[in-house]
C-alpha cells in the first residue's frame, strides 16, 4: 500500500561525489515536490513538478537538479554535495490544484543524506 | 522561515492534558495545512482550513484560522502519548500548487 516511496532511505556520499535519489509515487499525482529538511527545521521547498513542468524556488543552489522521467518517478541529483548538503531529504506528491484550493500533500519517508 | 512561524517551539505536557500550537505566517493565504512528523519520519497531513473558514475539527484535533491577525492554531485535545511528535503548519498564497512551512513546534506528551 506504499504510496510515495523514497529510496534508499539512507545514503551516504563522500564530498563533492555526484549522488542521485529517487521518488516514485502510487497515486497518479500531477504535482511533485522536492523539500530538504535540515536537523530541527522546517522542510524547504527546493522545488515542484506540475506535470513535466518545472518550478524552481529562487534561492535553490544549482548545485541540486532535478528530472521527471514520467509521471510515477521523480529524481534529486546533487551535483557536488558539500558538508552543508548533510539532511533529510523528503519527496511529496499532491494533485493539482483547482477552484482555487489546495489538496494535501503525501510524504514519502524521506532519505538522509550524510557527506563526508 | 519561508512562510511562518510557530510556538511554543517545544511543548511537553501529560498525557490527558489538552495541547495548543499557534502558527502565525506573513502574507495573505489561500488556505492553512497542519501536518505531523515523527523523529525522522515524512510528514502525515492533518487537516486542512481554507481562507473563508474559521474553524474545523478532526477527531481530536481543532483549528482556528484568523486571516485579520494572519495567524491559526491546532488544538488536540486528550493527549496520548502517541501524539508526541513535531507539528508543522503549511501555508499556500499565490500558487495553490506550493506550500512553505513553519518552523515547527515539538510536542512531548509524557504517559
Known amino acids: 500500500d506504499a504510496m510515495v516511496i523514497q529510496n534508499p532511505r539512507y545514503q551516504v556520499t563522500q564530498f563533492g561525489k555526484p549522488v542521485t535519489l529517487s521518488c516514485s509515487q502510487t497515486?497518479?499525482?500531477?504535482?511533485m515536490y522536492w523539500y530538504q529538511q535540515k536537523s530541527s527545521q522546517a522542510p524547504k521547498l527546493l522545488f515542484h513538478?506540475?506535470?513535466?513542468?518545472?518550478?524552481n524556488e529562487a534561492d535553490t543552489p544549482d548545485n541540486f537538479q532535478s528530472r521527471r522521467p514520467n509521471t510515477s518517478f521523480c529524481f534529486l541529483d546533487i551535483r557536488s554535495p558539500g558538508l552543508g548538503d548533510a539532511a533529510m531529504y523528503l519527496c511529496?506528491?499532491?494533485?493539482?490544484?483547482?477552484?482555487?484550493?489546495?489538496?494535501?500533500?503525501?510524504f514519502g519517508p524521506g532519505t538522509r543524506l550524510t557527506v563526508t | 522561515s519561508q512562510q511562518g512561524e510557530e510556538d511554543p517551539q517545544a511543548l511537553s505536557i501529560q498525557e490527558g492534558e489538552n495541547a495548543t500550537m499557534n502558527c502565525s505566517y506573513k502574507?495573505?493565504?489561500?488556505?492553512l495545512q497542519w501536518y505531523r512528523q515523527n523523529s525522522g519520519r515524512g510528514l502525515v497531513h492533518l487537516i486542512l482550513?481554507?481562507?473563508?473558514?474559521r474553524e474545523k475539527h478532526s477527531g481530536r484535533l481543532r483549528v482556528t484560522l484568523d486571516t485579520s491577525k494572519k495567524s491559526s492554531s491546532l488544538l488536540i485535545t486528550a493527549s496520548r502519548a502517541a501524539d508526541t511528535a513535531s507539528y508543522f503548519c503549511?501555508?499556500?498564497?499565490?500558487?495553490?500548487?506550493?506550500?512553505?512551512f513553519g518552523s515547527g513546534t515539538k510536542l512531548n506528551v509524557k504517559p
Open positions: 511529496a506528491t499532491s494533485r493539482e490544484a483547482a477552484a482555487r484550493s489546495s489538496y494535501e500533500q503525501y
Open positions: 497515486l497518479n499525482h500531477n504535482v
Open positions: 513538478y506540475y506535470d513535466k513542468d518545472f518550478n
Open positions: 502574507t495573505s493565504i489561500n488556505n
Open positions: 482550513i481554507r481562507s473563508n473558514e
Open positions: 503549511a501555508t499556500s498564497w499565490y500558487n495553490f500548487n506550493k506550500f512553505y
